[in-house]
């Protein structure tokens, strides 16, 4: 049983409250922010051990070092070194080049802060000099508020304007383009462009790039063959023949036909596919790069198709997922969403299941992927086409899939294509989640679609 606090020891806690509450609250405002930039498992348990080691290495030899130099320069060089370390973190983009920035400004730490309260202990009264415990405790709880105060004045708002501006276009003279961001998240927008104009080098480029970094790609109204349709595809990657025969182009195997149109009586394509939200493929183990799908009879204002990026989802993943997703791999399958087949009459559910199973065999893919374009996390993994999330119980797999769905589904946070004739879109399978919308009755249409694997 463990020993009542006597009133010395009660009174101990007491004084401790205060430094203690203060400690909690920096040490989860530090990994805050170091989760915003290294993920903890990247520091993991050697944390403890590095700031020891660190410790007595480096920051006791450099304090006795600064103590022979000057005030002035001891001030100017702590604030140089942090000022180049924070300046190195906004420009780097791999993690050694976060390691070395974040080294650099917390060496402009240690020289600044022990620095500067002996300045002020030099410049005050000797009376005061008792109470300059209370001034260093003072510096530090304002270090703490101004990290508060910064993470919350940088918390992610309402979408405004578009990141970056675009480079021209050069087009063929007389020739006219228009390209925008279609959010602040995800999509660039091409009008105007023809086959001719986006079959040339550097037009074609451009569109690349942009598919690349910003996941989606819309050209607006552009007329193409079949067989166009293909070559484009063909300029990105590999395209990869439809295995499903009774929904390909009867002339070409590269083109899946989405339809619900009939002819003799016969459907001309698959029906609603992809109605919830996913990304495409994923339940292959080696699921195809990009999707490149034109409209050849589309409705307007009818069967949208909304898109948002795995990207973005992943940087509103609160900090505690982002810590038990790490590292995670996800298992994913095909069994909830295998259509009914001429084989499965007669079977109950439980026998479809595990048919299907058999059939189309589970794939592992890392919950979490980095995008090698554009160096950037994203979550990889819906409810419609992942089973689980390996080493999560089963409550914990419902969250997960709840908060997936609860981000996606945020209007501001997503873009909704309103398709008009001939649109060709193209995106990145992996970092695009999408959902077509459904279609009233009555209502005609039909797009060509086109799996790219990477070149």
Not at 30 to 58: D, H, M, Q, Y
Not at 240 to 249: E, G, I, K
Not at 370 to 378: K, S
Not at 416 to 428: A, E, G, M, V, Y
Request: proline share 7%; aromatic share 8%.
């Amino acid at each position: 049983m463990p020993r009542p606090a006597g009133p010395v020891r009660r009174r101990f806690r007491h004084r401790l409250a205060g430094p203690r509450a203060v400690a909690r609250s920096a040490w989860r405002w530090s990994r805050r922010l170091r989760a915003s930039v290294v993920r903890p498992r990247l520091l993991g348990r050697r944390r403890l051990t590095g700031n020891a080691v660190g410790f007595v290495l480096f920051e006791v030899p450099l304090n006795i070092r600064m103590a022979r130099v000057g005030h002035l320069a001891t001030l100017l060089s702590g604030y140089a070194l942090a000022g180049a370390g924070f300046l190195l973190m906004a420009l780097a983009d791999t993690g050694p080049e976060l390691v070395l920035a974040t080294l650099v400004w917390t060496a402009g730490e240690i020289v600044v802060f022990p620095g500067l309260l002996d300045r002020v202990s030099r410049l005050s009264a000797h009376g005061s000099r008792p109470h300059h415990g209370l001034v260093s405790g003072g510096v530090n709880l304002a270090f703490i508020a101004a990290s508060q105060l910064a993470l919350h004045l940088s918390a992610p708002g309402p979408p405004a304007v578009a990141r970056r501006p675009h480079p021209p276009v050069h087009l063929a003279p007389g020739g006219t383009v228009h390209k925008r961001d279609l959010t602040p998240f995800i999509g660039v927008e091409y009008t105007g462009l023809t086959h001719t104009e986006l079959t040339r080098p550097e037009v074609f480029a451009d569109v690349v790039d942009s598919l690349h970094q910003r996941d989606l790609v819309v050209v607006r109204g552009i007329d193409l063959t079949p067989q166009q349709q293909i070559a484009i595809a063909a300029r990105i990657g590999r395209p990869v023949p439809v295995l499903l025969a009774d929904w390909r182009h009867p002339e070409f195997a590269e083109i899946l036909v989405s339809s619900n149109e009939r002819k003799a009586g016969r459907p001309i394509g698959i029906e609603r596919v992809g109605h919830f939200w996913h990304q495409d493929s994923s339940f292959d183990a080696d699921p195809s790069a990009y999707t490149v799908l034109h409209g050849v009879l589309v409705p307007e204002g009818h069967g949208q198709t909304v898109f948002a990026s795995a990207a973005d989802v992943y940087d509103r993943l609160p900090e505690e997922w982002c810590d038990l997703l790490w590292d995670r791999i996800g298992l994913h399958t095909l069994t909830k969403q295998q259509r009914i087949a001429p084989e499965h009459v007669g079977l109950s559910i439980a026998e479809v299941r595990a048919l299907v199973a058999r059939q189309y065999p589970a794939v592992e893919h890392p919950v979490v992927r980095r995008d090698p374009h554009t160096g950037r996390r994203f979550l990889y993994g819906a409810r419609a086409y992942m089973d689980r999330v390996v080493g999560l119980d089963a409550n914990e797999n419902e969250e997960f899939f709840d908060l997936v769905d609860t981000l996606l589904a945020d209007p501001d946070r997503t873009y909704t294509h309103q398709w008009t004739p001939h649109d060709l879109l193209l995106w990145k399978t992996a970092t695009t989640y999408h959902v077509a919308t459904d279609l009233p009755p009555g209502v005609s249409r039909t797009v060509h679609r086109i799996s790219v694997a990477a070149a």
